[in-house]
């Protein structure tokens, strides 16, 4: 099946710096990924849609300044997270949609990131 | 604009009894739908999803999924659950305008009880 990994998955950083987050689709290509942002106890809430070799498309409402997003291949999209503060503390997860199933997401297992 | 809803937030169930876990969608336009399953800091895990044809779509860990237009919901069903069920279930829909992007359902957590 299709298989995405997401490196690191937990990561603790202070305030001010900045942290990047790596998706990757092992066994397809993804022309397209997306990045989501989950809460405790909550849903998923779309951040952005990231293309290969285009830029981003980012939801209302999240500063594309301070969640870089880029996707240089068909498999790989990251995610900086520039100037980290606490309140970015989140669970991060990105999807990558299977070019031969143009209809479903694959999701990864998820970034647990701490800004202290 | 398109919406998900799932009424219940919480769902307790015996082991090896049925479950019924709820989604309602609103949409304009034709829909894909999916249920995913989210065990406890892990990703979201494809359980089944519904393209087009038959309305009953079965997927993985013996769980079913029923599309039913007139209602607009797409009810995800178990005849026995395990312990192992024990987790978050989130709908989501997708439309076919060529975003390819999903909304997703609240959640509904399944509690299997021993």
């Known amino acids: 099946g299709a298989v995405v990994s997401q490196h690191p998955s937990r990561v603790i950083c202070k305030s001010g710096t900045s942290v990047k987050i790596e998706c990757r689709s092992l066994?397809?290509?993804?022309?397209?990924m997306f990045w989501y942002r989950q809460f405790p106890k909550k849903s998923l809430m779309l951040m952005a849609t990231?293309?290969?070799?285009?830029?981003?498309?980012?939801e209302q409402g999240v500063e594309k300044d301070k969640f870089l997003i880029n996707h240089a291949s068909l498999t790989l999209s990251t995610l900086t997270v520039t100037s980290a503060h606490p309140e970015d503390s989140s669970f991060y997860i990105c999807?990558?949609?299977?070019?031969?199933?143009?209809?479903?997401?694959?999701f990864g297992p998820g970034t647990r990131l701490t800004v202290l | 604009a398109q919406s998900v809803t799932q009424l219940d937030s919480q769902v307790p169930v015996f082991e090896e009894a049925p479950v019924e876990l709820r989604c309602n969608y609103s949409?304009?336009?034709?829909?894909?739908l999916f249920w995913y399953v989210q065990y406890p800091n892990q990703g979201l895990q494809l359980l089944l999803k519904?393209?087009?044809?038959?309305?009953l779509v079965k997927g993985i860990n013996g769980f079913e999924a029923e599309f039913n237009k007139s209602q607009t919901s797409f009810h995800l069903r178990k005849p026995s659950v395990h312990i192992s069920d024990t987790a978050e279930y989130f709908c989501a829909v997708s439309d076919d305008s060529g975003t390819y992007k999903y909304i997703f359902g609240t959640g509904t957590r399944l509690k299997v009880l021993a």
């Open positions: 999807s990558a949609r299977d070019l031969r199933e143009t209809d479903t997401q694959y």
């Open positions: 990231s293309n290969e070799g285009s830029k981003a498309t980012y």
């Open positions: 949409s304009s336009v034709s829909v894909y």
């Open positions: 066994d397809f290509q993804a022309t397209t």
């Open positions: 519904y393209l087009s044809g038959s309305t």
